[in-house]
């Protein structure tokens, strides 16, 4: 997200940095099937591995629209990253042999070449959702749109109409 700092930032801190993130696949009869995987960032670009015969596998072989979610983990108000991508296999050795080098460095495991399955994510859109733990307000930040709001807490589950903000893109 070279063009928007600010969202990549995001993106990095509240999906990337736990080391864990959840994958929604398309399963074949067309349910929804969802995920952990860890992340990697890799010359810019986001990717994922998983063992070559897994489910996940074969779903996105199969079709690569791809949902992403950061974790959450308690009711505290920490941001939540979610994008819409498609995921493409890589298959080149070089590209593998890249991946797990720089996985060895970043992550303290290797996979082994041929070993396992490699996509990267072309991100189509991305959404952050935070709360205000005080107050309970939602913002809401939509990229490509590169709209941003606030909604105000009108009561413990219900939120105001949205006023526009700058906060994530100036």
Known sequence: MSSEPSLGRLMCEQLIAPGVLLVGSIRRDGRPRISGVEPLVMDG?????????SMKTGDLRRDGRVVLNSIITDRGGKMEVKIDGRAGEEKGLDRLGAYAET????????????????????????TVIGYDPTTGDQHVARWPQREEYLRAATTPTSLGPPTDVHRIFQ
């Open 103 to 126: 996985t060895a460095q970043q992550l303290g495991w290797r996979p082994v070449v041929g070993h396992f399955a490699l996509f990267k994510i072309d991100v189509v859109s991305v």
């Open 45 to 53: 670009e986001l990717w994922l591995s998983m063992m070559e015969q």
